[in-house]
């Protein structure tokens, strides 16, 4: 019996416990609502409203981006650009709320956070393949397009972190920056040198004919046999002739 109290005790400590912190949200929600609201009526931007608060709470990024989101969905990509620019180490958080409140595309915010800080695009790529995993070359198709300096961090980790992907990656880049191809097979050939054919089957059935030579050729330089190459190349519809032999 005594001990039936005791549980019964715990529970309601925990219950009041739990009660009081959903409580305590709930009221900062109330006031972050009311302070963005008052900030748009006097004109000010909700951009930078977001950006001032966040920059003197940064741990409540969840609260104010949850609550701006609520109250001004249409607006998502000001309140984006308002939390990065007042914390940019917060970026991918700002990234993970925005698409779990369904507000806008996931290719839309992936494309406003990276322009906004193309610094952390690894992070950002990262943050979206947590919940979405069998996109992760889609988005690593638009992080590239969006800021093509970043291919080759954002591209390595993927592919590191999804090597099952790899090949769906690799394609997705290709698309994405044809001109960078050679580039982009190297660094893929670099991590996965056991793969090589896959990879110069997929690269040359991913792009223009015109690259075909020249992605057998950085495949030769880094380590693969010529035969090998050459018939990976045809294999993915490389043009015979351009490898036939001059007498």
Do not use: W
Not at 14 to 37: C, P, R
Not at 126 to 140: G, K, L, S, W
Not at 144 to 173: C, G, Q, W
Request: overall charge negative; some cysteine; hydrophobic content about 50%.
């Amino acid at each position: 019996m005594v001990v039936r109290i005791i549980v019964c005790l715990l529970l309601s400590c925990i219950s009041l416990g739990v009660f009081a912190k959903d409580n305590a949200l709930n009221k900062q929600e109330v006031l972050i609502t009311q302070l963005l609201d008052q900030q748009v009526r006097r004109h000010v931007s909700l951009k930078n409203s977001v950006s001032a608060i966040l920059r003197r709470y940064p741990e409540m990024v969840e609260v104010v981006v949850n609550s701006a989101l609520l109250s001004y969905p249409r607006k998502y990509k000001q309140i984006m650009l308002g939390a990065i620019k007042a914390e940019p180490a917060l970026t991918s958080d700002v990234v993970e709320l925005v698409i779990k409140s369904n507000v806008a595309k996931q290719e839309d915010v992936v494309r406003i956070a990276i322009n906004a800080e193309p610094a952390y695009a690894r992070e950002i790529v990262e943050a979206v393949a947590q919940d979405n995993p069998d996109d992760i070359a889609n988005i690593v198709r638009v992080a590239i397009a969006t800021e093509p300096f970043v291919a080759d961090s954002v591209m390595d980790n993927s592919m590191l972190s999804y090597p099952d992907k790899m090949l769906d990656i690799l394609t997705a880049a290709v698309t994405a920056l044809p001109d960078q191809v050679v580039n982009l097979v190297q660094g893929t050939l670099a991590l996965f040198p056991g793969q090589s054919e896959d990879v110069i089957t997929t690269a040359v059935s991913s792009c223009e004919n015109k690259h075909s030579r020249a992605i057998v050729e950085v495949a030769i330089r880094s380590g693969v046999e010529e035969e090998s190459a050459i018939a990976a190349a045809i294999a993915g519809g490389a043009d015979k002739q351009a490898f036939a032999k001059q007498d």
